[in-house]
Structures are given as C-alpha cells and as structure tokens.
C-alpha cells in the first residue's frame, strides 16, 4: 500500500507559476514511475506528465507545450509538477498517482491516488 499526498496548491494570477509536491509513504517510492493528472468539473481525469522510477525519462501531455515540468527526488519520497505560465484553463484539482501497467496516459494505468490539490488560475 501507498499513501500519496498533494500539497502545493493555490490561488495564482494567470502568467505565474506554481510548484505542487506529492509525497509518498509506505511501499518504496522509488520503485514506481509516477504520474500528475487533473480534473475539472464534469470531465474525466486529464493526463499531464509521467515519469519513470528512476527519474530518467519524462513524457508530457501535448496540450502542455512545455510548461509543466515533472520531477521526483527519490530520497524525499516527493514527486513535484513545476506548472510555469499558468492560465485561467489551467484551474482544476491536481493529482498524483503510481504507474501500474499499461498506457503512461491512461487513467486506468494508476492504482494509488492521492486526495488532490485545488489549483485556481485567475484572469
């Protein structure tokens, strides 16, 4: 079993940026590749990053175009998402999550979710 926890979000003016963490206890972290989703009101879980147990390699949703960065520093059980140029569309709760099997983008490829973070972006 894992216990994930988001902290770091906020209220933010569109242009800023905000740094979400995610910190894990139980099983070893750094034996799962991790992921950052997002949710807003009446649409399904949204994939934004993936990456691997180590570290080494990222991959990103499209629509980010670069502005979000993903993370992890495995010996502070924490995984972070730097979200840079935030705008208004951006305002939904964050999650995080570890990779089972499957598809890096696919929801259904996660077992363990943390509770969220709210992020606001206003215009």
């Known amino acids: 079993q894992v216990h994930l926890a988001e902290s770091g979000g906020g209220l933010v003016q569109a242009g800023g940026s905000l740094r979400l963490s995610c910190a894990a206890s139980?099983?070893?972290?750094?034996?799962?590749?991790m992921g950052w989703f997002r949710r807003t009101p009446g649409k399904e879980r949204e994939f934004l990053a993936y990456?691997?147990?180590?570290?080494?390699?990222?991959y990103y949703a499209d629509s980010l175009k670069g502005r979000f960065t993903i993370s992890r520093d495995n010996s502070k059980n924490t995984l972070y998402l730097q979200m840079d140029s935030l705008k208004p569309e951006d305002t939904a709760v964050y999650y995080c999550?570890?990779?089972?099997?499957?598809?890096?983008?696919?929801?259904?490829?996660?077992?363990?979710w943390g509770q969220g973070t709210q992020v606001t972006v206003s215009s």
């Open positions: 999550a570890t990779f089972f099997s499957g598809h890096y983008y696919h929801e259904g490829s996660y077992d363990y």
């Open positions: 139980g099983r070893s972290f750094s034996g799962y590749a």
């Open positions: 990456i691997t147990f180590q570290g080494d390699r990222a």
